[in-house]
Every structure is written in C-alpha cells, then in structure tokens.
T-cell receptor
Framework: QKEVEQNSGPLSVPEGAIASLNCTYSDRGSQSFFWYRQYSGKSPELIMF????GDKEDGRFTAQLNKASQYVSLLIRDSQPSDSATYLC???????FGSGTQLTVLP | DAGVIQSPRHEVTEMGQEVTLRCKPI?????LFWYRQTMMRGLELLIY????????DSGMPEDRFSAKMPNASFSTLKIQPSEPRDSAVYFC???????????FGDGTRLSIL
C-alpha cells in the first residue's frame, strides 16, 4: 500500500463546477497536510495546508481533513480554466507526496 | 523576499560525467529537501536536512548520489558518475521546520545523454 494515495485522474470538470480531489494516507500519527498545485513545466506551489479535523476555506479552495478515516480532500469551487494543473497531496510527517491528480477545467 | 534559488536551470551532460546541482534555501528556513520528479515515479524525496544535518537520506538511490549542506544558506546534490536513468527534474525545497509547508525552487532539468 502506498503511503499517500490520490484518486486516479485525469479529472475533467466544466468551468464553474466544483472539482473534488481526494487523498488518503497511511501514517495515523500525521498532523500536517498540504495541497500543492503544479502547472506543467513548473515547480509545485503551496495552495492550502490543514492541521485540524474539519474544513478550512481560502477563497475558492476548501481543504477537508478527517484523521479518523485518514482522508484529506480539496474542493475547488467555481472552477476556472486557470485551475487546470496537477494537484499534489503531501503528508508532512511522512515527507511523502501523492502521485498527483491532473485536473482539466473545460471552458 | 527571494525564494529558493536553484542552479543551473538546465543541465545536459554525457553519461559518466559528474553533475553538481546547487540550492540556496530561503533565509531563516531550517529544513532543506531535495526531490527528484519523473513521469514514472512522481515526486520522490531524496534527502532531508535539518539545521544543516542530514536527517533522512533513505531516498538517495545509490552511492553515486551525495548531498551536502556546509552552511545554512547552501546545499549541493552531486551525481558521480551520472547515468541516463538519472535524467529528471530535481527540486530543492525549504521550510521553517520539517513539518511546515515547503517552498520549492524552480528546479533543475537534468538530461544525461
């Protein structure tokens, strides 16, 4: 079992829709979770971090954490074509990134 | 503030040559990470330093790879001898502590012919 698993892509959503990206992790003691966005040919860019159970909102982005289920997700509301990128989930304690989910937002 | 600075941005060299990648972390960041990214294997952690000391080098693929951090503002990743399978994008990242968000440099795109 991989330490950090992301839902397989690619994922396509129409412009204006909600994109839902999911991630599970194996280390039950993990405390810090991050979502990075990576455009093609660029470096990963931090967009959200979450440490506590529940939801954390920042603009159009919402991160959700459920430590009991070892599950973290990222919701992107009102998706825009500029959101088209690969989204990487990272678990700090495991120093591990998921394989990424490629998101395409269709105009 | 300057971000993480990596050099060179691109490197093309022949098999067997020594390759040295360089990284300057964000000032004040105590943790530094080297990653390798390929299509097949994704983003892999190679080595992690905290306060200039290597903490976890279990991701270093083999003895051909070595990394140093002689001071808080500079780190190198060296490959000697290089092989075509080392071709990848190598990222350096830094953070205030190991479990805090990491900030990535622009990466070095390495091609071994």
């Amino acid at each position: 079992q991989k330490e950090v698993e992301q839902n397989s892509g690619p994922l396509s959503v129409p412009e204006g829709a909600i994109a839902s990206l999911n991630c599970t992790y194996s280390d039950r003691g993990s405390q810090s979770f991050f979502w990075y966005r990576q455009y093609s040919g660029k470096s990963p860019e931090l967009i959200m971090f979450i440490y506590s159970n529940g939801d954390k909102e920042d603009g159009r982005f919402t991160a959700q954490l459920n430590k009991a289920s070892q599950y973290v997700s990222l919701l992107i509301r009102d998706s825009q074509p500029s959101d088209s990128a690969t989204y990487l989930c990272a678990v700090a304690r495991q120093l591990t990134f998921g394989s990424g989910t490629q998101l395409t937002v269709l105009p | 503030d300057a971000g993480v600075i990596q050099s060179p941005r691109h490197e093309v060299t022949e098999m067997g040559q020594e390759v040295t990648l360089r990284c300057k972390p964000i000032s004040g960041h105590n943790s530094l990470f080297w990653y390798r990214q390929t299509m097949m294997r994704g983003l892999e952690l190679l080595i992690y330093f905290n306060n200039n000391v290597p903490i976890d080098d279990s991701g270093m693929p083999e003895d051909r790879f070595s990394a140093k951090m002689p001071n808080a503002s500079f780190s190198t990743l060296k490959i000697q001898p290089s092989e075509p399978r080392d071709s990848a994008v190598y990222f350096c990242a830094s953070s205030t502590q190991g479990d805090q968000p990491q900030h990535f440099g622009d990466g070095t795109r390495l091609s071994i012919l």
